[in-house]
């Protein structure tokens, strides 16, 4: 509970940081073509952060927990060289290739719009790279149960990145904003650095690298197709009024930064726990605990967001109420956030439950779900958006994630009672 509650308050401040930065860059620019920009400009981005170091974190954290010392330098080191690579590569053709691609993603933008979304995404850029790369010391944190640390960087990044957001603004306009996104997970990694050394010769051929290559491969060419969930959501918000585009990330955003400390807290603390019971065959304990921590996830998610139904208008109002941001801007953003309850409450449970699935060593099942949720839900979104617009792509997004959580529930708990039958069989015998 100490831990959690220091987890909870470093991740806390840390999203206060975020928030802010975000909060002043809207309330002083105001929802409009220049922050649309700025926030397509993410897209390309995080997908491919997404794809990438999410699926390289549910491989990695249960497998570096059961290393040992020098087989854990090893894998850091083969990590850290390969996507050093790797993001090197795709970073040098996104740049050479914006131009192109950028348009596509955001086909409702003016022409002017498209260009400084050009600009904007290739700022950012940088930015992915880093954080890329910095995914491996992360899970090598985690691995060895230093929670606090990763957190505490990013407490330390995002309030010297707000510092320089107040300073710069003012003059620099929203490209100023774009390099600020850009610096903070440049110092993110800097700070993280230490879990690298002392830094081995890299060695891609162990059977550590071959294995986490073996379980990543299934999770990427999965997560490739149903990790474009907001992507498909900005083509199709793309073509509605200038703002809303703003105000659907700005949602998104709030809703992940209480995700962001709910999970640090309650759920990461359980994975290198959950590997080691795996490892060692209790799949009793196992089952135990991931059933305990999916119950708080769902009270924590249901609870807060029955908040936001009535007093959290207003809180709302209290927040955004100020320059640039109008009322008709707050009103929609807050019925934008709850018809993202679904959204919210879903990912929350799951997050443990597909961190179930890896900590057992399967890859494959969460994401022919993750793929066959997603393929549905994409039609749900376009029918929508034709209904209801931003607030249909919302509702239809919480709708195929509740159905996604609901399915691994079930496949997760069929596979632990076979596992459970198995060991209690050969114990008998």
Do not use: C
Not at 206 to 218: A, D, V
Not at 284 to 295: E, I, P
Not at 351 to 363: K, P, R
Not at 403 to 412: C, D, E, F, P
């Amino acid at each position: 509970m100490k831990r959690a509650l220091g987890l909870m308050g470093l991740t806390g401040l840390n999203i206060i940081a975020v928030f802010a930065y975000q909060w002043y860059v809207l309330t002083t620019v105001g929802p409009g073509e220049s922050t649309d920009a700025l926030f397509a400009g993410m897209i390309i981005p995080q997908l491919i952060l997404n794809v990438v170091s999410g699926s390289l974190a549910f491989v990695l954290v249960p497998m570096l927990s059961i290393s040992e010392d020098y087989t854990f330098r090893q894998s850091i080191s083969n990590f850290v060289s390969a996507l050093t690579l790797i993001f090197g590569l795709m970073l040098a053709a996104l740049l050479l290739t914006a131009t192109w691609w950028v348009p596509l993603t955001v086909p409702g933008f003016s022409s002017g719009a498209k260009a400084l979304t050009i600009v904007l995404a290739r700022i950012q850029l940088a930015g992915m790279f880093f954080t890329g790369v910095g995914a491996v010391m992360i899970a090598g944190y985690q691995a060895r149960h230093r929670f606090q640390y990763p957190v505490l960087t990013a407490v330390i990044a995002s309030s010297l990145t707000l510092v320089w957001i107040v300073i710069t603004l003012p003059r620099g306009g929203i490209v100023a904003a774009a390099w600020g996104l850009a610096i903070r997970p440049i110092l993110q990694f800097l700070l993280q650095l230490p879990i690298v050394f002392p830094l081995m010769r890299p060695d891609w051929s162990t059977p550590q690298f071959k294995e986490s290559l073996t379980k990543l491969r299934p999770l990427i060419f999965g997560t490739i197709y149903y990790k474009t969930d907001q992507l498909v959501d900005r083509l199709l918000v793309s073509m509605a009024p200038a703002g809303v585009l703003s105000l659907l990330h700005l949602a998104q955003q709030i809703y992940s930064a209480g995700y962001q400390v709910v999970v640090a807290a309650l759920a990461i603390p359980v994975v290198p726990v959950l590997a080691k019971e795996a490892a060692e065959g209790d799949f009793v304990g196992f089952r135990a605990r991931l059933l305990r921590t999916l119950k708080i996830l769902s009270l924590i998610g249901t609870g807060t967001f029955v908040i936001l139904l009535f007093p959290g208008r207003y809180g709302i109002d209290l927040m955004f109420g100020h320059g640039n941001f109008s009322g008709a801007d707050i009103r929609q953003l807050w019925l934008i956030m709850v018809a993202l309850g679904g959204f919210w409450i879903s990912g929350l449970t799951g997050q443990i439950l597909s961190t179930g699935f890896y900590a057992l060593g399967d890859t494959s099942t969460p994401t022919r779900i993750g793929v066959i949720g997603f393929t549905i839900g994409i039609g749900l979104k376009i029918s929508g958006f034709y209904l209801f617009g931003v607030i249909g792509v919302a509702i239809a997004t919480g709708i195929y994630m509740t159905l996604n959580s609901l399915a691994m529930y079930v496949y997760l708990n069929r596979s632990l009672s076979a596992r459970i039958g198995h060991v209690a069989e050969l114990s008998f015998k």
